[in-house]
T-cell receptor, first 115, second 112 residues
């Protein structure tokens, strides 16, 4: 009953360091998403993958890259971390196929602090 | 212009009361609507989906959709302190079958 699994749950980085956030889903969903949520603010879409083999920019893609490794896994990479990227990162997945929107299901999040 | 609007709150209700949370959206073509609950420090959790006009009930929760007026509501009956959370409304992004637009959420406080 795992759903969407994110690793790590917490991470502290220094400015300029790089890291990859991992996300895997076991619901056979086609679409996957990365969001960030800053204190007191709503969810902002960073990147999404409508299906295996495709990725597209969301609202706030600068400073990030993504890889849809296979149908299950969607990773988010920070190449050179900046303090402005301190946030909580959520991965989500949905069964959306392009004909109608389906709800998204979220992982537990990664709390990332950049010093 | 934001596509999904919610009152940020906090909405404070006494235990046992009905909590009414509202959401307005701008895209008349939207067909799917979702309510999420997010406890402090946790991830959003889907609690209701509604696709057609009218009411949909699930336990103590009722979602109400009025496409003509472009609003969707969530009613929580017999509110409990454990219902205290932020409730997010989500609506499909215009011309997208994949992306949802999330409101900023309404914070609900249920007083014992």
């Amino acid at each position: 009953n795992a759903g969407v699994t994110q690793t790590p749950k917490f991470q502290v980085l220094k400015t300029g360091q790089s890291m990859t956030l991992q996300c895997a889903q076991d619901m056979n969903h086609n679409s996957m998403y990365w969001y960030r949520q800053d204190p007191g603010m709503g969810l902002r879409l960073i990147y999404y993958s409508a299906s295996e083999g495709t990725t597209d920019k969301g609202e706030v893609p600068n400073g990030y890259n993504v890889s849809r490794l296979n149908k299950r896994e969607f990773s988010l990479r920070l190449e050179s971390a900046a303090p402005s990227q301190t946030s909580v990162y959520f991965c989500a997945s949905s069964a959306s196929r392009g004909t109608s929107n389906q709800p998204q299901h979220f992982g537990d999040g990664t709390r990332l602090s950049i010093l | 212009q934001k596509e999904v609007e919610q009152n940020s709150g906090p909405l404070s209700v006494p235990e046992g009361a009905i909590a009414s949370l509202n959401c307005t959206y701008s895209d008349r073509g939207s067909q799917s609507f979702f309510w999420y609950r997010q406890y402090s420090g946790k991830s959003p959790e889907l609690i209701m989906s509604i696709y057609s006009n009218g009411d949909k009930e699930d336990g103590r929760f009722t979602a109400q959709l009025n496409k003509a007026s472009q609003y969707v509501s969530l009613l929580i009956r017999d509110s409990q302190p454990s219902d205290s959370a932020t409730y997010l409304c989500a609506v499909p992004e215009m011309d997208s079958s994949y992306k949802l637009i999330f409101g900023s959420g309404t914070r609900l406080l249920v007083r014992p």
